[in-house]
């Protein structure tokens, strides 16, 4: 039999729209990307970007109202998730993909033990006895770094350091071995230490359990560290995307290029001559015309002002959505 070729998960033409005080707000227009198995792809862009909104719609996980899903399809292995039985997604939750969120305190239930959490998600997806899942928690929280597991698997969240709190959220995102970990800034509001520990333990999990990492952050050292591949989002769409190496090396779009120029380097003479992208992200409600980002483009003119611009390819994997990428 033919190995199976297709990416194992495939999004298309997400638009996803929330109903506000001032109208509609189109947070996702019309994205779409792949994750290929025992990769990890990095989605990045500012806050409002869309990053968050478009990884809760993998598993429907968006209030509605006042989130609407208006087109597009999820294509896990083959089969569109958003159009399943709301019980079948339900199990594919945590079994088959799993999700960090971006912060644990809020994430964890605060009146249940760290270890009846992961044990729970044993017994509702193995149908194991709490024992041997007790015992598989156990195993899960020595895996992820946490010290005395015997006597933290018992402690409450807020007993936990955050380091330690989102160890624990990665023990529960794993738990079942899923396919696809989503993880929405995993290391937010973590020192240097603890980030690059949390890091570490994702690509050394990786390996050992093959899972395909959907990293959401908008930390683009975070990006160089462990991700194969690239998508840049900017105001609900993804602007450009390309294997790491090439969006470090040749961006091609002048908002990647910003966020790369902004990064703190050693060898600069003067802290002051950090550079930085002008203005701010645009009110989505109120989108311009043409570019999103050509108020704040330094090479916009007015074919870009009137004109939106469509993924173009510009190389090897490499896509851009920019009237001037052939000039980058």
């Not at 001032?22 to 990045?44: F, N």
């Not at 602007?239 to 090396?249: D, K």
């Amino acid at each position: 039999m033919a190995a199976d070729v297709r990416p194992l998960l495939q999004v298309e033409d997400l638009k996803i729209q929330f109903r506000v005080p001032d109208g509609i707000l189109p947070a996702v227009d019309g994205i779409g990307y792949r994750l290929d198995r025992g990769e990890t792809l990095g989605l990045v862009g500012e806050s409002g970007s869309g990053k968050s909104v478009s990884s809760l719609a993998l598993l429907r996980l968006l209030e509605s109202p006042p989130a609407e899903i208006r087109s597009g399809r999820v294509l896990f292995q083959g089969r569109d998730l958003l159009q399943v039985p709301e019980r079948e997604i339900s199990d594919l939750r945590g079994r088959s993909i799993s999700m960090i969120f971006q912060e644990p305190m809020t994430s964890l239930n605060p009146v249940m033990t760290v270890g009846f959490q992961i044990d729970e998600a044993l017994m509702r997806h193995f149908g194991w006895p709490r024992r041997e899942a007790r015992q598989r928690s156990l195993e899960l929280l020595t895996l992820v770094g946490i010290p005395s597991p015997q006597r933290n698997i018992d402690s409450y969240p807020h007993e936990l350091s955050g380091g330690m709190r989102q160890r624990v959220m990665i023990a529960l995102a794993l738990s079942c071995e899923p396919k696809i970990l989503v993880a929405d800034e995993p290391t937010t509001a973590l020192d240097v230490t603890i980030q690059a520990q949390i890091l570490e333990l994702m690509v050394g999990l990786q390996e050992k359990f093959g899972t395909s990492i959907l990293l959401i952050t908008h930390d683009l050292a975070v990006i160089a560290e462990t991700a194969h591949r690239v998508a840049v989002m900017y105001a609900g769409r993804i602007v450009e995307a390309a294997p790491v190496a090439t969006i470090f090396g040749e961006p091609r779009h002048p908002y990647t290029q910003g966020l790369l120029n902004s990064i703190p380097r050693i060898h600069r003479e003067r802290l002051d001559a950090l550079a930085e992208i002008a203005g701010g992200v645009p009110d989505l409600t109120r989108l311009p015309p043409g570019c999103a980002f050509a108020p704040r483009c330094p090479r916009a003119d007015a074919h870009c002002r009137r004109e939106r611009p469509e993924p173009m390819t510009v190389g090897s994997d490499h896509v851009v959505s920019c009237w001037k990428a052939s000039d980058a």
